[in-house]
């Protein structure tokens, strides 16, 4: 890896695109200490970013900041070379269109530093066709996150056909390095593996939605006030070792195993997201959230994430 930045020598980090997930993003490397250079074609966008940060930033606090750090260390670019020009690591969030980031690319192709890595925020885009024919490819992965970046830390790494195997490893590091957890997907599939493992249960919600299994409130709280609690302590096999007693995981599948492979072979309707479907799904959320608004909920959602994770940090042996 001897090619690619030491990760201290980082100090500024490009950030294309600063819609919801890249403003995020700008207020983590912030938050982590580092210098941004910000470019988005949009109007107004610099405000925006501004204020997105400056909502953000009272929860990076109380998360804890990195010496130094500093939410005015932005610098606003006027175009997207301008941007990647100087910084040891770029973060790319443009719209989810295959011709869009592809023509971001190659805006950026020759003005990459050349030890610079690319990161696509991408959630379901395939690396190996965002990549192809640029100067600069060998050095694109995608490291896709959670929403919001700036709290969730799951990233999830994947290499392209041209991406050089040592980008991908330097990659992991360095988002491990300020804080991240990376986690590295072997293989390019549509929704790489996090969103497929949402998607497989949001299936379910929504069809118990369709077959009127249950509320929308209560398939809710079948997540939140059930098995969702332990997935996020341990994750869907280690909390499956524990479901067989002290007989772990070898008991869980003889025990429980037949069982699940028969509910399988039930779970092969796919939902259609009818108009009448959704709104089912929209009137029945719309009825939990009651008077709380969009900006409540996230509020909400985001102060709770906090103590989740600063107790998982505190727990984490
Ligand atoms: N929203 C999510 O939950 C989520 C989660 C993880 C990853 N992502 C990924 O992040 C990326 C951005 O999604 P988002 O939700 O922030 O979208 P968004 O619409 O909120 O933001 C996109 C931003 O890109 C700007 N833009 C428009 N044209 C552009 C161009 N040609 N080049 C660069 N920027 C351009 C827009 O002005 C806007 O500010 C997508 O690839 C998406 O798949 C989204």
Do not use: C
């Amino acid at each position: 890896m001897a090619q690619y930045p030491n990760y201290d020598s980082i100090r500024r980090i490009g950030v294309l695109g600063t819609g919801t997930i890249g403003s995020s993003w700008a207020t983590y490397f912030l938050a982590q200490g580092f210098q941004v250079s910000a470019w988005d074609p949009a109007d107004g966008w610099q405000d925006r970013m501004v204020a997105f940060i400056d909502n953000a930033w009272p929860h990076m606090e109380a998360l804890g900041l990195a010496p130094g750090a500093d939410k005015t260390a932005i610098s606003f670019h006027d175009s997207p070379g301008d941007a990647v020009a100087d910084v040891g690591f770029v973060q790319e969030n443009a719209p989810e269109k295959m011709q869009v980031k592809r023509d971001l690319y190659r805006r950026i192709d020759n003005a990459l530093p050349e030890k610079t890595i690319l990161s696509s925020s991408t959630s379901g885009l395939i690396m190996s066709d965002m990549q192809d024919g640029f100067a600069s490819a060998g050095r694109f992965v995608v490291g896709h996150p959670f929403n919001p970046p700036h709290l969730i830390p799951l990233v999830e790494v994947v290499a392209g056909k041209d991406t050089d195997p040592a980008a991908v490893d330097w990659s992991i590091g360095f988002y491990n390095h300020i804080g991240k957890h990376a986690i590295r997907i072997n293989k390019e599939v549509p929704g790489h593996l996090a969103n497929r493992l949402q998607a497989a249960l949001w299936r379910e919600a929504v069809l118990a939605v369709k077959n009127d299994l249950a509320s929308v409130e209560d398939i809710n709280a079948a997540v939140a006030q059930g098995p969702g609690l332990r997935w996020a302590l341990m994750g869907p096999h280690m909390i499956m070792n524990l479901a067989g007693g002290k007989g772990g995981f070898r008991q869980m599948i003889d025990h429980f195993g037949p069982g699940m492979q028969s509910w399988w072979e039930t779970m092969t309707e796919n939902p259609e997201l009818t108009p009448s479907l959704s709104n089912a799904l929209i009137e029945g959320v719309a009825e939990e959230a009651g008077e709380r608004s969009i900006n409540d909920l996230e509020e909400e959602r985001d102060e709770r994430l906090i103590r989740l994770l600063t107790m998982l940090k505190e727990t984490t042996r």
